[in-house]
C-alpha cells in the first residue's frame, strides 16, 4: 500500500472542558441532574474549545454509498439496484434520513463510491468502481482504489469542515454493506464470526446462515492482514467504508466532532481510529443499533451511545436522530441562568436572611 498518514489528533480542550464542568455546577439546578446531556454539553465545550460552546450553526450529514459484491450471495433482503434508487431518493428528499435531518436542522449529502450502477454527475465525483469486490472470494479493492477512497474521504471531511460544517454525521447506503463492517469489527476487535452476524435488512434464518459462513470466509482473509488498516480495508472493506474511515480519521484532525451512526459507520469508525489514534475522542454514537457487530465495535472505541432505539436502517438515520439531544446540550450550557443570575440560593449563595 501507498501507506497514507494522517498528521497526529490533537485532543479536544482540557480547559474548556474543566470550565464547562464548573458552569454546569452554576447553573439553576442540582449538579448532574441533567445526566448525559451535562457530558455532552461538557464534551462539545472542549470540541469546540470554548464554553459555553457555540449552538451549531451548520450540522451537516453525508452519506456514503456503494455496493459490494458479497450482495450476490444472498445475505440480504433487498436486491442490489437498491441501492442506486436510493441514492436518487435521498436527492429529492423522500429518504427517511432527509426527514429526520431536516426536523433536526441537519442538510444531506450523498457520495457515490462505488455503486453497481450510473448516478448523477453531482454525487459520482468521487465514484472509484462499480461495487466492491465480493470479499469472502476476492479483495474488495486494488491497491491504488483503496488509497484513492481514503484520500477521497479525506477531501471530503475538509470541503465540509472548510464550507462551514460545525458537526458531522456519517451515514452508509449499500446493499450488503452490514456483511463487510461485521468482518472489519471481528478482524479488529478479535470476535468469532457467528458473534457478529446480524440481520440487516430482515432477514430471515437461510440468508443469515448465508451471510455467517460469508463472514467466516472473508474473515479468514481479513485477519492475515487486520495489523493495517490500509491493507484491511483492501482486503475486507470497500470503496464506500475506506472513504468513511478516511472521513472520520480527517474530520478528528480538523477538531470537528462527528455523530456516528450504525454498524457500518461503526466500523469504519473502528478503522479510523487506527489510521489516526486519538480520532475517537472526536466522536459520539449516536445509537446503538441491534447488530451484535455494532456493540463490539462501540465497546472496543469506548463510546457510549446516545441513545437505544430498535434503530437498523443506516442513512445516518441513528445519528442524526440523537442531533437534537447535542443541540440542548450546547443550548444549556448557553441559556440556562446560573444560581447567581437568577438570584436563587445554590451551592455556593447562602439563602437571604430572614426578619
Known sequence: MTGITFPPVAEPDEQARREAVARHEQLTKPAGSLGRLEE?????????RRCPPRPFARPRVVVFAGDHGVATKGVSAYPTEVTAQMVGNFLTGGAAVNVLAGVAGASVRVVDMAVAADTQRAVSEFKVRRSSGAIDVEDALTEEEAS????????IADAEVDSGADLLVIGDMGIGNTTPAAVLVAALTGSEPVAVVGRGTGIDDNAWMRKATVIRDALRRARAVSADPEELLRVAGGADLAAMAGFLAQAAVRETPVLLDGVVAGSAALVAEELAPGARQWWVAGHRSPEPAHLFALEQLSLEPVLELDMRLGEGSGGVTALPLLSMAARVLVEMATFQQAGISGPDIPLPAQD
Open 40 to 48: 455532552l454539553g461538557i464534551w462539545l465545550a472542549a470540541c469546540q
Open 148 to 155: 484513492t477512497a481514503i484520500t477521497a474521504g479525506r477531501t
